[in-house]
């Protein structure tokens, strides 16, 4: 029986937001009002154009795209983390939900070595067109009403797990690591031997705190712990590695 861990990926693998990283790589390293008002709730991707439009129309380069991302921050302990789940791939799969996109993700990954640990990203696809400009598009569409237009990340999880089922994968146990009010959705499909793991002082703590007080309870089966820094997940993993030792008895 196999590990599954979900990551978010902005303030959870990395200790910032990647979208408003690139800002960095404008020569005032900021937006001009008219681009940064032109937000509107639950169409951050659509914003992400616009501001990857700007950088273009700056004669940013792509290069000096890719080199300003990867200078983003790990979160404490992630780096450990990833490199111990990319030396446990036997036993434990790791993939990555976020409302980033593509691009920045894998460069972020490779830049650290860390792109074996994760098996597959799950975001919002981007690539450069013949002018050099970033172009970034929404990642499905859905009827979920509680998540952002382009992304509803249970239904994400909900599909890769069926899809795992059709290839003969059972997941013994499912780790959620994440943040952000968009992380509370998909924690609705785990099961009471599940774990979601939100990041101490961020959205979805309180989420879920507000969650457990409510009536709907029910639909977090899944048990809450509390994390701040890569190392205190590592910790968590390993010990249900030993509760539950794969077919080497957990031990590598």
């Avoid at 990647?18 to 005032?28: E, K, N, Q």
């Avoid at 920045?104 to 050099?132: M, R, S, Y």
């Amino acid at each position: 029986m196999k590990t599954l861990m979900v990551f978010d990926f902005d303030h959870t693998v990395v200790d910032a937001n990647s979208d408003t990283w690139v800002i960095r790589c404008l020569p005032g390293q900021t937006l001009p009002d008219e681009v940064k008002n032109s937000y509107r709730k639950g169409h951050w991707t659509e914003f992400m154009g616009r501001v990857m439009n700007h950088i273009g129309n700056q004669e940013v380069s792509p290069d000096r795209v890719r080199s300003v991302m990867e200078t983003i921050p790990f979160t404490h302990g992630m780096i450990d983390l990833l490199t111990f789940i990319s030396e446990n791939k036997s036993t434990i799969d790791c993939i990555v939900v976020s409302d980033a996109n593509t691009m920045f993700i894998d460069w972020i990954l490779h830049a650290a070595g860390l792109q074996a640990a994760v098996d597959q990203v799950f975001t919002n696809p981007a690539k450069f067109n013949e002018l050099g400009y970033m172009e970034v598009q929404c990642y499905h569409s859905h009827d979920c009403e509680r998540c952002p237009v382009n992304l509803c990340k249970r239904k994400v999880l909900e599909l890769y797990l069926l899809e795992q089922t059709d290839r003969g994968v059972e997941y013994d146990r499912v780790f959620y690591v994440g943040d952000g009010g968009n992380d509370l959705c998909p924690t609705s499909c785990l099961r009471g031997h599940d774990v979601v793991m939100p990041r101490k002082g961020y959205t979805l703590e309180k989420l879920l705190a507000q969650h457990k007080s409510q009536e709907d309870s029910a639909s977090l089966r899944a048990r809450v712990i509390a994390w701040s820094s890569g190392t205190e997940i590592m910790e968590e993993l390993k010990t249900s590695m030993q509760s539950h030792p794969g077919p080497n008895g957990g031990q590598h």
